[in-house]
T-cell receptor, first 114, second 112 residues
Framework: TQLLEQSPQFLSIQEGENLTVYCNSS?????LQWYRQEPGEGPVLLVT?????EVKKLKRLTFQFGDARKDSSLHITAAQPGDTGLYLC??????????????FGKGTKLSVIP | KAGVTQTPRYLIKTRGQQVTLSCSPI?????VSWYQQTPGQGLQFLFE???????NKGNFPGRFSGRQFSNSRSEMNVSTLELGDSALYLC???????????FGSGTRLTVV
């Protein structure tokens, strides 16, 4: 069974601070995705990283995929209250014929205080 | 374009009953997956359907089943409900060649 460990589980910071969320596994994933979920809603895809060592930037968010494709990080610069939410990483495991399933970490609950 | 639509949004059922949840994927998406989300276990994969065929199944008991119709709409059924089945059930669809899923808002099932 593949597991994804996310840390920290909870994070409460002041507006304007920087933060990093980590996602680690002992398994290799074909790709890794990051989602953000707000209360009462489904997760929304932020980014997919596919290549080991890949770095993607989305405005103030920077995503990195480890060289061995087992871990990933999400760095937020100058956090804003609108960044508040549950951040989930998910590893994709391909089963063949285009099918795959996602293994999710348990998430990091981020609160950005104005 | 319209997103993934799940109905109903909320449901309260009694232990022992059965329930059917519905999901309409994004138009053109043929892959539909279902996930269960609970505070303790997080999101756990239930099953994936593509072109009316179940391609993948997670580690859930046989009480959990699903199906997909020719228009890609999907339903999942849980029979003989238990208290532990209380959860947010999420449906997600994916287009061919896409890595990421688009999730619906979920159905919040409470078993009393």
């Amino acid at each position: 069974t593949q597991l994804l460990e996310q840390s920290p589980q909870f994070l409460s910071i002041q507006e304007g601070e920087n933060l990093t969320v980590y996602c680690n596994s002992s398994s290799v994933f074909s790709s890794l995705q990051w989602y953000r979920q707000e209360p009462g809603e489904g997760p929304v895809l932020l980014v997919t990283v596919v290549t080991g060592g890949e770095v993607k930037k989305l405005k103030r968010l920077t995503f990195q995929f480890g060289d061995a494709r087992k871990d990933s990080s999400l760095h937020i610069t100058a956090a804003q209250p609108g960044d508040t939410g549950l951040y989930l990483c998910a590893g994709a495991d391909y089963s063949g014929a285009g099918s795959y399933q996602l293994t999710f970490g348990k998430g990091t609950k981020l609160s950005v205080i104005p | 374009k319209a997103g993934v639509t799940q109905t109903p949004r909320y449901l309260i059922k009694t232990r022992g009953q059965q329930v059917t949840l519905s999901c309409s994927p994004i138009s053109g998406h043929r892959s539909v997956s279902w996930y269960q989300q609970t505070p303790g276990q997080g999101l756990q994969f239930l099953f994936e359907y593509f072109s009316e065929t179940q391609r993948n199944k997670g580690n859930f008991p046989g009480r959990f089943s699903g199906r997909q119709f020719s228009n890609s709409r999907s339903e999942m059924n849980v029979s003989t409900l238990e208290l532990g089945d209380s959860a947010l059930y999420l449906c997600a669809s994916r287009g061919v060649g896409n890595y990421g899923y688009t999730f619906g808002s979920g159905t919040r099932l409470t078993v009393v």
